[in-house]
């Protein structure tokens, strides 16, 4: 009697490739690297089913160290090579990695198409507000004011706001995440696979060789608590080392509460609801609040047909119509001369 045939579950090391990572010792890519190999292994995805697309920059040498099918493209263009990919084979299971300067400088008016156009893809995008790979330029992310070595006497370009961005992009899916929270990080990389749709995460991270600490105030343990909001559908705004602090609307206003002094409780705070636009909207902007914690979670999320699902409904009603087509008449046209 033959015994049937039983297949092992893939692991995270199945998913590492047996390229050197060439990053700097200590970048914050090497958690993200880490997390989203265990995640391939826990979504018990099929390695010649997914595809890792990315531009340039430091983030964009994911695809070389991802057991997968891959693509290391062009500057700024993932988005675009993303998009055929799925009109070509909408069954793959796409990532799109890219970087705050690959994705929202050259690349920013292809984030915004395939944004909107909502192609069921995953995309990753790596936020350390600086230039790595060209040694430390100031990007479309950088504070006003930033020193590099492009701007000595500090950047006067007002900096983008990636999640303000993905939103105003009509995004199905946004949210943000850090490389120095593995437990959250992986959390945000299932709720993104699941979205049916363009999920767009931002991932804060660390170059610790040319803009260390920039996120420090969120991720380290004795600020953390008190500077990093982490929201949950349905659940109140609440946040502080003793979950002390919470937020409240007043108006379209955020401000903060104090839940140990009596005069509110959780019932007068801002329940988080990720299908609220408004809410939404409000919550990207956090970042230009002083005081204010910095949110992170599923921002928004909704649902809508993803752009390959109306294109080939669309194809299948004109063919109904029109049936199949033929490639070498309409190669020929209509229209013929008759040289004598």
């Given at each position: 009697m033959t015994k049937p045939l039983t297949i092992n579950p893939l692991k995270a090391k199945d998913f590492a490739t047996d390229q050197d990572v060439r990053w700097c010792p200590g970048c914050g890519d090497y958690s993200i690297l880490k997390q989203v190999q265990s995640v391939f292994a826990e979504l018990g995805l099929d390695k010649d089913e997914v595809v890792v697309i990315s531009?340039?920059?430091?983030?964009?040498?994911?695809?070389?160290?991802?057991?997968?099918?891959?693509?290391?493209?062009?500057?700024?263009?993932?988005?675009?090579?993303?998009?055929?990919?799925?009109?070509a084979?909408?069954?793959?299971?796409?990532?799109?990695?890219?970087?705050?300067?690959?994705?929202?400088?050259?690349?920013?008016?292809?984030?915004?198409?395939?944004?909107?156009?909502?192609?069921?893809?995953?995309i990753m995008l790596f936020n350390n507000q600086i230039y790595g790979l060209t040694k430390g330029q100031y990007s479309p992310t950088s504070e006003e004011y930033k020193k590099t070595k492009s701007s000595p006497y500090g950047s006067l370009?007002?900096?983008?706001?990636?999640?303000?961005?993905?939103?105003?992009?009509?995004?199905?899916?946004?949210?943000?995440?850090?490389?120095?929270?593995?437990?959250?990080?992986?959390?945000?990389?299932?709720?993104?696979?699941?979205h049916k749709g363009a999920a767009f995460l931002e991932i804060y991270q660390n170059c610790n060789i040319f803009n260390d600490g920039a996120f420090f105030e969120f991720t380290d343990k004795a600020t953390k608590a008190d500077r990093a909001l982490f929201v949950e559908h349905g659940q109140p705004l609440i946040f502080g080392k003793d979950q002390e602090m919470g937020i409240r609307l007043n108006g379209l206003q955020p401000e903060i509460v104090n839940l140990k002094h009596g005069l509110f409780t959780e019932d007068d705070l801002w329940i988080h609801d990720e299908r609220d636009i408004h809410k939404a909207n409000i919550l990207a902007r956090f970042s230009e609040i002083s005081g204010l914690p910095r949110p992170f979670g599923v921002i928004y999320a909704i649902d809508r047909p993803t752009y390959e699902e109306v294109a080939f409904?669309?194809?299948?009603?004109?063919?109904?119509?029109?049936?199949?087509?033929?490639?070498?008449q309409l190669l020929a046209g209509n229209m013929n001369w008759e040289i004598k």
């Open positions: 531009g340039i920059g430091c983030s964009s040498r994911f695809p070389y160290y991802t057991e997968t099918y891959g693509m290391h493209s062009i500057h700024g263009r993932a988005p675009a090579f993303v998009s055929g990919l799925k009109m084979n909408p069954d793959l299971d796409v990532w799109m990695v890219t970087g705050d300067g690959d994705g929202l400088a050259i690349g920013g008016n292809h984030m915004m198409h395939i944004l909107r156009r909502n192609f069921n893809v995953n370009d007002h900096p983008i706001n990636p999640i303000a961005f993905a939103l105003g992009c009509d995004a199905s899916y946004v949210a943000r995440s850090m490389d120095r929270d593995p437990k959250h990080l992986k959390a945000m990389l299932h709720r993104s696979h699941k409904a669309q194809l299948d009603d004109v063919k109904s119509v029109k049936g199949e087509g033929n490639l070498d």
